[in-house]
């Protein structure tokens, strides 16, 4: 009990030690560094390079984009903010990823439900193709001796390839 | 003059393909056995054809003909020699063109093979073949002429045109634009080609597998003759991509070498179904099962090709590596309409004469594994397509444009990756037709402890991120596994035949090539698994703008900033732009980098070329990102710290030992006997 | 190999299946085929009627003191909209001779010309829109809603909209005189 009390006051510290830290440098007052506007523009993407994340895009357009983050961020925004902020200005596309919202959801449904409906053909195939053997296999494998038995499947493959 | 003559030897190409596709059909039809010998030696000519219009094109290229458009878009009078000739796929036109030539050159290969054992299939693969060579030829001919020239009209515009228009004036401009400075790596002169030949390759077995649904000879012939074409073809589509990541981590300045970018995904698909299908022909061979599924398979991996050709060169989607806008789109889309629905209606049709042969006895057994496997392929691609088109969905119907970036396929992939690892370590230990829990359990638990080993030894000295343990548990199984299935083999060939420890290695890997020539790319697939744990979850970055003698720290690395130069280059017309930095760990000197920025005149483009050290624990890799002469504020670099990425690289060479092996031509006494016993069969066509 | 069992019915493909194929493959063919042709299309056509759009305007930039305008305001009015971006070299090209077009026409009341921002930041535009002087009313392209009604293929594009609406004139790229500005809406004007 007392374990689990302890416990929970450290998740309870490093929660609050979290809350703190996380508007990024803006409340100790220092400029965002680098590191900073970088981290937010990783996830973004600029129109004008369409597919390349704005960290690492060279245009002008996308190093305003970075100024305009740098200036956001030493207003004090936080990371939600300012991509709300560019998700209002420049539209969805400068996420990384579809919104999940509406028709979007189609995004993330359809490749898992079609994956399942892969799977259930896959086992209706298997229970087909394994029909009750009626003859037991000539040359079965006797469990007792599995090397022998590799041995000669080996021999035997090699001389299928031939 | 050339220009004319190159094309005019295009138009007859093209020409000579039309008349070979109806002299095949006719010929089948009519059992005409000299129509279709004809329509094959009129292939055969269209490779000399074509080699004569390249060759045409060449000659333009380095003479700089700058009167001729494609020469003026990629050459430019600084290029040296070999840049112009490799200028030739370095544009739309040039490169649809070459893509024409390695078409019509594995076509004559695979036309040049003794016929004697699958007559009938002859003039159907003559088909399929020259009808997409006819295809690719009149993109040349109708939309992206290499050699159409530059032509003032007389309202005083400048235009290309293939023939000369009314009142109008040839131009030749004083020097060419230049190639397009990311295209002048050598990884870029390298990769392009590659995946050219893996995707043409790949048309071979799908041109043989459309001949068997048309004939109805559904037994695994097609496959048979086609084995090793699919080999080389994955072999060259695998390494074209690598070579494509590499050139991205050279050259692109993103610090990695993969970003799921639609263009890459579109490259990307046709190597899953590939992969899919060099495992599930094995069933077919080994036990007469999945005809069904194989065909699906092969049709599958033709379709992604021509698709991913499409949407890169059409401009549906627009990319850092996409074409420019051209006017090919719609042909294109009609084709890919035509073959689509023509491959499928005939799949449909002969559906049911591809019944299997044999019956799957447990759910263990290899076949099921394979099986399994071919799923989970199937899953990645599903994923990767629906990532590509819903950007085009959602725009279609919501008039929103949407991003599908690398999260998005970065969560769905993993867990699959993973599931492929797992089967990767259990599949060689499984056998064809049966196999238990308890076979399996007996086989795979000492590499399993093994691994697990290795798996804490890295929890208490490397990391304590639990997927990278997972992806490392997973490595270590594989390899060992492989590892051991190489030595049981070896100890049992040791016993029976007497040889001595590697002797016996060599002389299995030898007697077995597919089957040891795979577990080698399965081992080095996880090195370069490896590499990919170590840039996505232990990538670090900082960046920061520093004057000489300061230094960027990171990862127990120092870089101090010594010095930065400019200076032109006038032979090639590049301005450099170079740092000197020290990289220094433990406050030892390591190296020294240069990372540097080359502004190119011409193109009026920057590349941003990265100072790296590799080492197999880890990359420095640090970006000149800004640096104003006149500003005292100093220069900004980005550093990377990329651990383990160099394996990447590592495995991809162990890669190309392990398909050579697997691919590499065998005799085949099988051949020889048929053929004297079937030697009554034999046409005017085998001569 | 060696067991080998005859299956007796011969099974195909089930109609549904079938039914479900050909219509997953229809389907598909068609979005590609679609956003194909929407790609080859270029920007809207001359002719074409301009469906409705609000843009909202800097402050500084507002028109009659209105924070946000409809296309559909200025009925019976020439509207010239003009597409730019503080990141854009050719656009600065023509930034004056707007302006100066701008500055003869306001007067009349009879011309409205739009600057729309194109994926631009706001501190950037303003410095733009002050080193070039302009004054007449400019707002930032909210979501790209409006660029993508036009399917511009880049900046600087300036559209010309007559008094009842339609679309008469493109202007991709840069103008290269004011003289050509002009001609186009002296056009427009005399109708």
Redesign the interface.
């Known amino acids: 009990m007392k374990h689990t009390l302890r416990f929970t006051f450290f998740v309870l510290l490093l929660v609050l030690a979290g809350l703190l830290a996380n508007p990024v440098s803006a409340q100790d007052g220092q400029p965002p560094t680098d590191d900073d506007v970088n981290q937010v523009a990783k996830e973004l993407y600029c129109p004008v390079c369409e597919n390349v994340p704005l960290d690492v895009c060279a245009t002008q357009a996308c190093a305003q984009w970075r100024d305009l983050i740098r200036l956001k961020l030493s207003q004090g925004e936080t990371e939600s903010q300012i991509k709300q902020y560019f998700v209002e200005n420049y539209g969805a596309r400068v996420l990384n990823e579809p919104p999940r919202e509406g028709l979007n959801w189609l995004a993330y449904l359809v490749p898992p439900v079609i994956i399942l409906i892969g799977a259930g053909f896959l086992v209706r195939a298997l229970r087909m193709m394994k029909k009750p053997v009626v003859a037991a296999p000539v040359k079965g494998p006797s469990v007792e001796a599995p090397a022998d038995d590799y041995v000669a499947r080996l021999e035997e493959e090699v001389k299928k390839q031939k | 003059m050339l220009a004319e003559f190159g094309y005019g030897v295009l138009v007859v190409t093209f020409l000579l393909a039309l008349y070979s596709v109806g002299a095949a059909i006719f010929g089948y039809v009519n059992k005409s056995a000299a129509l279709v010998e004809s329509a094959r030696r009129s292939m055969l000519l269209t490779f000399p054809l074509l080699t004569v219009a390249a060759l045409s094109l060449i000659l333009l290229l380095v003479r700089g003909d700058f009167n001729v458009q494609f020469v003026y878009e990629v050459t430019s009078r600084s290029m040296p020699t070999y840049l112009k000739i490799t200028a030739w796929w370095g544009g739309q036109a040039g490169s649809l063109l070459f893509w024409s030539w390695l078409m019509s050159a594995f076509a004559s290969a695979a036309t040049l093979r003794k016929w004697d054992r699958d007559q009938e299939f002859l003039p159907w693969v003559i088909v399929v073949a020259n009808v997409t060579l006819a295809f690719f030829l009149a993109l040349n001919i109708l939309f992206e002429n290499p050699f159409a020239r530059l032509y003032q009209t007389f309202d005083g515009n400048i235009a290309a045109y293939t023939f000369a228009p009314a009142n109008s004036t040839p131009i030749t401009p004083a020097d060419g634009r230049g190639l397009n400075p990311l295209l002048r790596h050598p990884g870029m002169i390298i990769h392009p080609p590659m995946l050219y030949l893996g995707f043409v390759a790949y048309v071979i077995p799908f041109a043989f597998a459309i001949a068997a649904l048309v004939t109805g000879r559904t037994d695994d012939r097609w496959i048979r003759v086609t084995r090793r074409w699919s080999l080389w073809a994955w072999l060259f589509l695998s390494f074209g991509l690598v070579l494509g990541g590499r050139w991205a981590y050279d050259v692109l300045g993103w610090g990695g070498y993969w970003g799921w970018d639609p263009v890459e995904i579109a490259a990307f698909m046709p190597w899953l179904t590939g992969t899919a299908f060099l495992h599930s022909v094995m069933i077919q061979e080994k036990r007469g099962m999945l005809k069904q599924w194989n065909m699906v398979l092969i049709i599958l991996t033709y379709a992604l090709v021509i698709f991913g050709t499409f949407l890169t060169r059409s401009g549906v989607l627009s990319s850092v590596h996409a074409f420019a806008q051209s006017a090919i789109g719609p042909s294109f889309f009609v084709f890919i309409g035509v073959t689509f629905v023509t491959s499928i209606g005939l799949l449909i049709h002969r559906w049911a004469d591809l019944k299997a042969e044999a019956e799957m006895k447990s759910m263990l057994s290899r076949e099921a594994l394979f099986l399994l496997n071919n799923l989970l392929f199937m899953s990645v691609l599903v994923v990767s397509f629906w990532g590509v088109i819903f950007p085009l969905i959602s725009e279609l119907f919501t008039g929103q444009k949407v991003t599908v970036g690398p999260p998005f396929y970065e969560r769905a992939n993993s867990p699959l990756f993973a599931a492929l690892m797992f089967l990767m370590a259990i599949a060689p230990l499984s056998a064809w037709g049966h196999s238990t829990v308890q076979t399996l359990g007996r086989a795979i638990w000492k590499p399993a402890i093994a691994a697990a080993a290795i798996t804490v030894v890295t929890f208490f000295t490397y990391t304590q991120n639990w997927i990278a343990l997972i992806g490392f548990f997973l490595v270590a199984l594989v390899v060992l596994v492989t590892l051991y299935e190489f030595w049981r083999g070896a100890r049992a060939r040791q016993k029976t035949q007497g040889e001595n420890f590697f002797s016996a290695l060599a002389h299995l890997t030898g007697k077995n090539r597919r089957r040891y020539g795979g577990y080698i790319i399965h081992i080095s697939m996880m090195l370069m698994a490896i590499g990919i744990l170590g840039i996505e979850l232990f990538q670090t970055e900082t960046q920061g703008t520093i004057q000489v003698g300061e230094s960027l720290r990171l990862q127990g690395y120092e870089l101090v900033y010594r010095d930065i130069a400019q200076w032109d280059d006038r032979s090639t017309n590049v301005n450099y732009t170079r740092a000197v930095m020290e990289v220094y760990k433990n406050d030892q000197l390591v190296t020294k980098l240069h990372p540097r920025t080359d502004y190119y005149y011409e193109a009026q483009q920057n590349m941003t070329i990265p100072g790296v050290r590799s080492t197999m624990a880890d990359d420095v890799y640090v970006l000149l990102v800004d640096w104003e002469p006149a500003s005292a504020i100093g220069a900004t670099f980005k550093l990377y710290i990329n651990p383990l990425v160099n394996w990447l690289w590592v495995g991809s060479l162990l890669f190309l030992v392990g398909v050579i092996i697997a691919a590499w031509p065998e005799k085949d006494p099988e051949r020889a006997t048929v053929r004297a016993t079937r030697s009554a069969r034999q046409t005017s066509a085998a001569d | 190999?060696t067991?080998?069992?005859e299956?007796p019915a011969?099974?195909?493909?089930p109609l549904w299946a079938?039914i479900v194929?050909?219509i997953g493959?229809l389907g598909?063919?068609l979005?590609?085929?679609?956003?194909?042709n929407k790609?080859?299309q270029g920007t809207v056509q001359p002719g074409d009627a301009i469906p409705d759009f609000t843009l909202p305007l800097f402050s500084g930039y507002e028109y009659a003191g209105k924070p946000e305008v409809k296309l559909s305001d200025f009925r019976g009015k020439v509207v010239v909209i003009n597409f730019w971006?503080?990141?854009c070299k050719p656009c600065e090209q023509e930034a004056a001779e707007l302006q100066e077009a701008w500055a003869l026409y306001e007067p009349t009341g009879q011309v409205i010309f739009l600057g729309a921002d194109y994926?631009?930041?706001?501190?950037?535009a303003r410095v733009y829109l002050q080193k070039y002087g302009i004054t007449f009313p400019n707002g930032?392209d909210?979501?790209?809603?409006i660029s993508?009604l036009f399917r511009i293929q880049g900046v600087p594009e300036t559209y010309f909209v007559d008094k009842t609406g339609v679309l008469r004139y493109v202007q991709v790229g840069p103008f290269s005189s004011l003289g050509q500005i002009q001609a186009q809406i002296e056009l427009l004007l005399a109708e």
């Open positions: 190999m067991e080998t069992t299956t011969r099974r195909g493909v079938q194929i050909w493959l598909l063919l979005m590609v085929g679609v956003t194909l790609r080859q971006a503080s990141w994926v631009d930041t706001e501190p950037e930032p909210m979501g790209t809603r993508q």
